[in-house]
């Protein structure tokens, strides 16, 4: 591969990128980091729990991702009642035209490009363990019969802080699964604003698809395999693994205050999956600044969102209000010594 | 720069990371050489006058204190130079950093062995950046000056400086002891120097008949000496000293240590430099005659007009075979009991012999006990008869009018006394040993 190959293939990532994100926000207004974060997920073949109080955009970031990719998109609204099979499918019972009868799978609405499980924390454990095959294999598996999931898959499932009574706090092998978590803030007074005059007129603004509809799978594939080609260095291997280390009360065996915090008020870190996250995250992050290798800044970029959902916090931490996002930054802040 | 392939940039950066890798470490051997120099050189330019002008005492204290120093200035080197060392496998993360480079240079070397393997899709554009970045860290530029000019001029200056002291130090020679005479017993001490005008009596010598001492200074220091004979680091020491004293006076030092040597004087330092230069040089003559008994310490020279009679005395001792000592002894006596002397003296007289006082007797009282040859420098000392104290309380230079002289009792032998040269110690072999005694003793009026 020549050099000005592999430059054109980064500058097309970037264009595809920043163009996707640039149709993005001319409908989701502010929330720029979260919807850098959750292109970025995309993109590391990631998928992307979301967290913000109701009618912040989460659903509406969803949509437009897959809108603007040109890829098909499925929205399951999870409730206590749900069962697996009304996300996976099922087999039903079909009348052939010659009379006979046979089983034939219907797909459920988790065979999409792009899959939004909105408030996932509503749904009981049963059937949140539906998308775990689903989002580690990309597959499903209904009646000892395995069904391929499309590429790309991407899920994005939402989290409700608030509206606590009548949910199930997800199993961590499934918040494992996900790449990234990224919290959607309030919006500010002006972001405000611009969302009032923009989603109360006559005609809204909708997303135009960036990639064209026969060509965007194959292209988000090919972009995605781009990214997995950028070049880590056994150095920047070895600072991710110390960086997951040092999260877990194992491996934070120092004096400093990041290794305290973490055997004071983290009972698991973070899993070697964490580490996988945050190397493609930085990997995405390398061809976003146009570089063909990871550094130690990549993944300091992505550290927060790929490891926040993967610290289980003990007593003492929720009694002193520590949020694992603090944690994961006191740790890069220690892991720095680490580059040393 | 032409396109080069990924090994071939590999190749090109390790070559030029290692060119980096012996720049920088040149460099920091310099530094700490330079360093290490200066501080050397401080250390010695410090020492150096405590080491001509101290005592022993004075001097090992100091020399301790600065080998404690030089070694904890070594060990802090040692710990930078280790620091700062630049290992095979720190090279490239040093040039990453120092370059300021992204990472590349790091990742190209680090990735090179598994690219072997499978070939990676971006191997080619990293190599062909960092080939484009090769002068952005080559040697020249990552460590501009291939000499520390920091610790150089430090160097420079404290090797100047130790130049100058050195050069300094050697002018600075003390100056041997001022002789004088008088026929008074003086207990040792110059009287122009007591009299309270400001002199330096410690460096002035006065052939005084002596009294017995009472001691005090004399007995403490022996017994400091005697302390001091049992530490082998104090005659180390006292060996550096000396030595350190030959280097910068050289022959001029010699003089000056026997002059003060003879005294006895000048200190705890000269003392034991006498000691030194003895055990170096075997030279126990006289220093060995000061460091005695109480009697010998306190040696009496005899008045001008008793010295005829004092002749007799010792021509009748040496016609009974008694030696040098018995003549000291006698000397002793007369003068403890200065009527008993004049009697003794009256006979002496009589029997019109010289002694000591004038020289007339050159192997036992002139020249006192011969050296033997071979022992040590390989010359014999022709001691004087007279022994000769000085102050040994103060430093200051004595000054002041000279006290008058007593009457000349017999001004004829004046007149008929042989002009007095001095009589230089020199190597002179065994076998003409005798013929030099005789050349060199005064003859006595027949």
Known sequence: ??????????????????????????????????????????????????????????????????????????????????????????????????????????????????????????????????????????????????????????????????????????????????????????????????????????????????LAPERAATRTEELKRLVREVLVAPHVEQYVAGLVRLTTPAGARGDGEAETEVRRYVTYGASPRGAQALVLGAKVMALLDGRPHVTYDDVDKVAVSALRHRLVMSFAAEAAGVVPAHIVERVLIAARRLRA | MPELSPTGAVDVVERQVRRVRRRKNLYELQRTLYTTVAAGAGAATLLLPVTLFASTTAFGLAAACMAALMLGVAMLLAGALRRRWLGRAHAVRWVEAKAALGGRVQTLVEIAPRARNAPQFFQALLASQVAAELDAWRPQRLVPRAVPRAAGASAVVMVAVLIVVFHLASLALPTPPAIGFSDRPHGGRDERSDGGDGAAPGERVVVAPGVPSTGDTDSGQATDDGRDDDSRLTQLSSAVQENVRKQVWGKAWERVRDALARAGTSGGGSRRDGRAASEDGGEEGVEGKLEGTEENEWEVARRPSERARGAADSSSDHTDGTDGADGQGDANSNADDPSAGSSDDADAGDAGGTTAGNGASPGDLFAGAPVMPGAGSGSFELSLAARMRSDRSGRKRSGGPAPDADPDARPALGTEQRRETAAHRMAVPAAYEQVVREVFAHRGTP
């Open chain 1, 1 to 210: 591969m020549t050099p000005a190959i592999a430059t054109a293939a980064i500058a097309d990532f970037q264009e595809t990128f920043a163009a996707i994100r640039a149709e993005m926000a001319r409908v989701v207004i502010g929330h720029e980091p979260a919807i850098e974060a959750i292109l970025t997920a995309f993109f590391a073949g990631g998928h992307v729990l979301i967290e913000g109080v109701p009618g912040i955009g989460k659903t509406l970031i969803v949509r437009s991702l897959a809108e603007a990719l040109n890829l098909t998109f499925n929205r399951v609204q999870f409730t206590v009642d749900l069962m697996p099979a009304d996300i996976t499918g099922t087999r039903i019972i079909n009348d052939r035209p010659d009379g006979g009868r046979e089983l034939v799978f219907v797909p459920g609405p988790i065979f999409a490009h792009v899959v939004l499980g909105d408030e996932i924390n509503r749904a009981t454990p049963k059937t949140q363990s539906a998308l775990l095959e689903a989002m580690a294999e990309h597959q499903v598996t209904v009646a000892g019969s395995s069904y391929r999931l499309q590429a790309p898959f991407f899920v994005l499932a939402t989290l409700n802080p608030i509206e606590m009574e009548g949910t199930y706090q997800l199993p961590e092998a499934q918040l494992d699964r996900f790449l990234f978590k990224v919290l959607l803030e309030y919006p500010s007074e002006q972001e405000l604003t611009r969302i009032l005059a923009a989603t109360t007129i006559a005609d809204p603004l909708t997303v135009r698809p960036v």
